[in-house]
């Protein structure tokens, strides 16, 4: 334990020093808030104001379109890179997380669902979250929710409004308040873009990939990107594969549809090629620890190991990747 506390010591100063070339992506959700038992965890405000401040002092902090640039080859400067994004297109991100990243002048790409803000819907994951909080039917053996959202993921040719039809089932309905509680509007969005924020897009509804076919994905593609960019137009337009699983196919699909680069919450690095379409980012919470570690571009996967041996698993992109499959 003492060696690998100091391999970790050893880590951490490389990620900090000059050494460290590349760029890290990291990932957030939320960040301050409301917090019920139904919500998704939120990363305290001080917490994230804490790993803001160690970034600005450590790192370079970096557009994603301007990382993207220094991937593809572009310039000859070494960067110690950070790039900040954000996932789903939570309300909290706007009151809590935007005055953190002002006060801190730390740029960030918000990766938004579209539907969700458009048609002011709570996320579909928080509708199966509530209802299975809200109602008296309960699951022998695991929770309600986990089961909700597993029979959503696996249905065949995946369709949000069954999530709907499952909420009518239990006879919950959701509170409209929650939404504008939960889920950033237009306006806030807009107010987020003049600020200097840039937006990318999460697909329209926020669909379980492996359920989806290719027609319905071009339509979600196609649909996002229209909408964000009657709202907050801008030449660079960046995508987000929401929960992780997606195939080669769909990598190609997101750039035939116009889009300039796609990022992934897979942590560890992919085989083969390196692909501006399949960028990994590194998911953050509240542990100050690993997120320095993550900062400096590697993760301890489950800080597990393997005969004595701890695996380290780098997570910095370096110049050289490409937009070709």
């Not at 709570?122 to 699951?139: E, G, N, P, V």
């Not at 597990?304 to 937009?323: I, K, M, N």
Request: hydrophobic share 40%; charged share 20%.
């Amino acid at each position: 334990m003492r060696q690998l506390a100091s391999s970790i010591g050893v880590v951490r100063w490389v990620g900090a020093s000059r050494f460290r070339r590349g760029v890290v992506i990291l990932m957030y959700h939320r960040v301050g808030g409301p917090a019920a038992p139904w919500m998704l965890p939120t990363l305290p405000v001080a917490e994230f104001d804490r790993q803001m401040q160690h970034l600005v002092v450590h790192y370079d902090l970096m557009r994603l379109d301007e990382a993207v640039a220094y991937l593809s080859g572009e310039g000859t400067v070494h960067r110690r890179g950070v790039v900040v994004t954000f996932d789903d297109g939570y309300a909290d991100n706007f009151r809590y997380a935007m005055p953190v990243l002002l006060r801190y002048n730390v740029p960030a790409t918000f990766f938004i669902a579209t539907e969700y803000v458009n048609d002011r819907r709570l996320f579909w994951w928080d509708q199966l979250r509530y209802a299975a909080h809200s109602t008296t039917r309960h699951d022998r053996g695991r929770p309600l929710a986990d089961r909700l959202q597993a029979d959503a993921q696996g249905m065949l040719n995946w369709d949000r409004r069954a999530v709907d039809d499952m909420c009518r089932e239990l006879n919950v309905t959701i509170p409209p308040s929650l939404v504008d509680e939960m889920v950033l509007s237009w306006s806030q969005i807009r107010e987020m873009y003049r600020a200097g924020f840039a937006f990318g897009s999460h697909t329209h509804t926020h669909p379980y990939l492996p359920r989806i076919r290719p027609q319905c994905f071009c339509a979600e593609l196609a649909t996002s990107r229209d909408l964000l960019d009657s709202q907050v137009p801008g030449s660079f337009r960046p995508f987000a594969f929401p929960m992780g699983d997606h195939d080669p196919a769909q990598e190609e699909l997101v750039r035939a549809a116009g889009y300039d680069c796609a990022v992934t919450i897979n942590q560890r690095p992919y085989a083969g090629a390196p692909c501006l379409f399949r960028l990994g980012r590194v998911h953050e919470t509240g542990d100050f620890s690993k997120f320095e570690l993550h900062a400096a571009g590697v993760i301890f996967p489950g800080w597990e190991s393997d005969g004595g041996r701890h695996h380290l698993w780098s997570t910095v992109h370096r110049p050289g990747y490409r937009a070709q499959m």
